[in-house]
């Protein structure tokens, strides 16, 4: 008898949804159904082009074409694509590559369905001072946070974190501090008006052969493990 009421229990037990914890706090939260997924995908060599996309997946259950591919903006090439983000009102998505460095800014508000490369900023080692490996888009009010891996000096772990204003405008670079001079990942609390990043590891070893990097321990002496407030 326990075991059926437990159970009836977990079957009465109302749906969870999950909140954007992930997302910036910046940018309005949706919380109706989504139509759509971008997914922002490697180029493989024979494979379509072989180069680098911006994909869009229909994501409502309701809609007939659900989880097919509805669209996808080619950038041309392989720049070992990793993560994007919106801006924070959500009519921009940026993305970027950590390999060559370069930014792509696509236009979503306008065809959702449909997204259009609107900016391509090449530009991003320069305007930054040597900054290498955008990884983490994060969305400010007007502006878009990008959190980097490597330097272009000595492609090693010590980078910075770089700010551009939504039209694609360069604004600042915060270089880490010494002794956590390592990037990775950013987040914001603004009710506490703290920011927090983690750390990773340079250029010279992300984009390594992963085989030989964990074989190699002079090489995996360079990751960070610093968390800077």
């Known amino acids: 008898m326990r075991a059926f009421a437990l159970i009836a229990v977990l079957l009465a037990a109302p749906l969870a949804r999950g909140d954007e914890t992930?997302?910036?706090p910046y940018m309005p939260k949706i919380t109706g159904q989504e139509d759509y997924v971008y997914v922002w995908t490697l180029g493989v060599d024979g494979v379509g082009d072989g180069s680098d996309k911006l994909v869009t997946v229909a994501a409502n259950p309701k809609a007939p074409n659900y989880g097919k591919v509805v669209s996808s903006v080619s950038v041309g090439g392989r720049h070992e694509a990793?993560?994007?983000?919106?801006?924070?009102?959500?009519?921009f998505f940026w993305a970027g590559g950590l390999d060559d460095s370069v930014l792509y800014v696509f236009e979503v508000a306008?065809?959702?369905?449909?997204?259009?490369?609107?900016?391509?900023i090449d530009s991003f080692v320069r305007d930054t001072g040597g900054v290498v490996g955008p990884h983490t888009f994060f969305a400010l009010p007007g502006r878009m946070l990008v959190?980097?891996?490597?330097?272009?000096?000595?492609?090693?772990?010590?980078?910075?974190?770089?700010?551009?204003n939504n039209d694609g405008k360069f604004v600042?670079?915060?270089?880490?501090?010494?002794?956590?001079?390592y990037g990775y990942d950013v987040r914001v609390?603004?009710?506490?008006?703290?920011?927090?990043?983690?750390?990773?590891?340079?250029?010279?070893?992300?984009?390594?052969?992963f085989g030989a990097l964990v074989a190699d321990p002079e090489a995996m002496k360079h990751f960070g493990s610093?968390?800077?407030v």
């Open 22 to 24: 992930c997302m910036s």
């Open 82 to 91: 990793h993560h994007g983000d919106f801006t924070d009102d959500r009519r």
């Open 110 to 120: 306008a065809d959702p369905a449909h997204p259009k490369l609107v900016r391509t």
């Open 147 to 164: 959190s980097a891996l490597s330097n272009e000096r000595d492609q090693g772990g010590r980078t910075a974190m770089v700010t551009y």
């Open 172 to 181: 600042e670079t915060v270089w880490m501090p010494d002794k956590a001079e």
């Open 189 to 209: 609390q603004p009710r506490l008006n703290r920011m927090l990043t983690s750390s990773f590891t340079g250029r010279q070893n992300y984009m390594r052969d």
């Open 226 to 228: 610093t968390m800077v």
